[in-house]
């Protein structure tokens, strides 16, 4: 990749936790005021920058010339079976099929996250929905949120269809199940007693996949092994999101800080359910992979794989959404293994 890309770094250096462009805050006054939403900081400054860092505003790298056809197209080490007697006789062909289902899955999952979930979520504030969220900043943060979401969307579209030029296979989105985190929220918000508790389902969800996102594009922005598009796209992608965890960030603490106890109560639950959905496996994808590839004693694979607690999550990092619990002030409200989180004091 030329140096004319950007890089994870590049993204960082802008954001409002790294290095603010705006008059730097007294010490000791709170990150965002309840009161005075469009008065708060952190969105104004990341308005403020957003045509200098997003995506959007680069030349698109040229996915056909970065293809190399000899790499693995996802990091055969996180694949739940990696290790499996199954996977391991499978012929390199068959493996290498496998990868490219993964990777086109991986894709789907991350434009399902967008376009069920994240846009949704950022409409709603805009349309008002939520008690404290409101303002012309904040409007325009969530508008220029949303191109960066639906440019992701294309990305990823992108990235699959050049795979599938690229290696030959047919891999349609079409075979693939909703993915398991979409289906949750659709399940947990037809569960919902009424339309705020929808909305708050829908904007739990995003919190969670916007402050998590990072780690899940990490699994493959870091990888110097695999196909150098798809850590360049999970790259480009994760440097937006630095910036839309933050904005999610003070959506969660604002919006928290203006319900009712019981409603509060709703948020925090659907908050774990979120995670929860969100760092486990797919299982009902890798099923209906092994089918569409024909992979012998595939089931039984799967079927021993999930029986092991060890491999139920794909996503381990769960440190962003530890720290708003934490800054929510509600750490001892919420029931979750944190035990690989890391949350500075
Ligand atoms: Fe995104
Ligand atoms: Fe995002």
Redesign the pocket.
């Known amino acids: 990749m030329n140096r004319d890309s950007p890089t994870l770094e590049d993204g960082l250096v802008e954001t409002a936790e790294h290095e603010p462009s705006g008059p730097p805050l007294p010490e000791g006054i709170p990150s965002f005021d309840p009161n005075d939403p469009v008065e708060n900081a952190v969105i104004r400054r990341l308005v403020g920058n957003w045509h200098r860092r997003a995506t959007v505003k680069r030349d698109e790298p040229d996915l056909d010339e970065l293809f190399d056809v000899s790499r693995a197209d996802y990091p055969e080490q996180i694949l739940p079976f990696h290790d499996h007697p199954t996977y391991l006789a499978l012929e390199p062909d068959k493996r290498s099929e496998l990868l490219s289902w993964a990777w086109i899955a991986y894709n789907r999952h991350?434009v399902m996250?967008?376009q069920k979930v994240?846009n949704p979520a950022f409409a709603l504030v805009m349309e008002g929905e939520y008690p404290g969220l409101s303002g012309e900043a904040l409007n325009l943060s969530l508008a220029q949120a949303m191109v960066?979401?639906q440019y992701?969307?294309l990305m990823h579209l992108n990235a699959s269809a050049v795979t599938r030029r690229r290696r030959g296979h047919a891999l349609p989105d079409a075979a693939l199940p909703l993915s398991h985190t979409a289906r949750v929220h659709q399940e947990l918000r037809d569960r919902a007693g009424d339309r705020s508790e929808q909305s708050l389902t829908t904007l739990a969800f995003a919190t969670v996949s916007?402050i998590s996102?990072n780690a899940y594009l990490d699994l493959l922005a870091e990888d110097q092994a695999i196909q150098p598009i798809n850590s360049t796209t999970a790259k480009l992608?994760n440097r937006?999101?630095y910036c839309?965890a933050s904005i999610s960030h003070v959506l969660a603490e604002m919006v928290y800080h203006h319900l009712d106890a019981r409603r509060r109560r709703y948020f925090l639950d659907m908050l774990m359910q979120g995670l929860d959905a969100f760092v486990a496996n797919d299982y009902s994808t890798w099923h209906r992979i092994v089918d569409l590839a024909d992979i012998a004693g595939g089931h039984e694979m799967l079927a021993d794989c999930q029986a092991e607690t060890g491999r139920k999550r794909l996503v381990r990092d769960y440190t962003g959404l530890h720290k708003l619990v934490e800054q929510m002030g509600v750490a001892d409200q919420v029931d979750f293994d944190w035990s690989r989180s890391h949350v500075a004091s």
């Open positions: 991350t996250a967008e994240a960066d979401e992701h969307t916007e996102i992608h937006d999101e839309h």
